[in-house]
């Protein structure tokens, strides 16, 4: 099997992990099977961990239950963690969600992690019956109780849940998106660390880190980066980008650089340029996504093993100069 990180931790420092996404012009079945089966190519290849994040009613490349599929991949993997990132923390009571973070790691202990956000689609708080308005206050309020809980601190009247009290020893990592200073400094206060989008400048991602570190936070701050070895699939990059437009603000696409994308027929070349980003940004690990609509499932395969073979050496020696 391949070389991993030194750490096999949930998102620990210099971690490279891979975010995967549903294949939507698949049936559900082969949805999942894919899903299991790119996290098994990846854990393989030398990948940290694996992540899957949460919309509703089929949107493009998202999954209503990121946790569930977590749970599936482990069971799929020899190896390294799961993390469903971000749940839209606001769409569920957050006693329950720390409940079955904490089952999931009694099942697989020290190979979950957990990454929440507040929302921004309005599809998801129409589908939940949920008023929009109140998600942002709502996620300020749980994010601090959701970390204490996943440190099986604070757990109120379900103190007497076995998986969380044992959480005391080794808590499960929570982190959030954040693209504000203020975001960052929401993170550090309640102990929980960061993760940005896949497309803003590094000068700003720098001065996000920054503010986290000036604030106090102690927990891991991620990088994403979309990436591709070989010639590109140039209309799969744009409809990948239009996803994004149809949800994010003017201001979040502001700091956006071109598509996002980072794109080269040179493992070394394209490994050097993920190192220089980790180190212009302040971040601490990187998650790397391949996917957007219209890439097919064997090429996605195909894509990361290619990372595997050709980036992931490369990029961990680079890390290790640091």
Known sequence: MAQRSDSTAVFADGSISLRLYPHNELDAVSIVDQLCTQAAIAADVGFDGVMTSEHHGGFAGY?????????????????????????LLPLRPVAMLAEEVAWLNARYPGRVGIGVGSGSLPLDFEAMNVDQSTAVDVFKRDLPRLVEMLSGRELGVIDGDRALRELTTQPIPVISTAMSPAAVRRSAAAGAGVIYDGGSNPDRLRMLSDAYLEAGGTAARILIRRVWLGPPPKEAFEAQFEVYQSYSTTEALSHWRDNGWICGDDGAALAQELADALRTTNTTCINLRLHAPGIAAEAAREQIAALGAEVLPRLRAELAND
Do not use: R
């Open 63 to 87: 999954l209503p239950n990121p946790l569930q599929i977590s749970g599936f991949q482990l069971a799929s993997m020899s190896q390294g963690w799961a993390a469903a990132c971000p749940v």
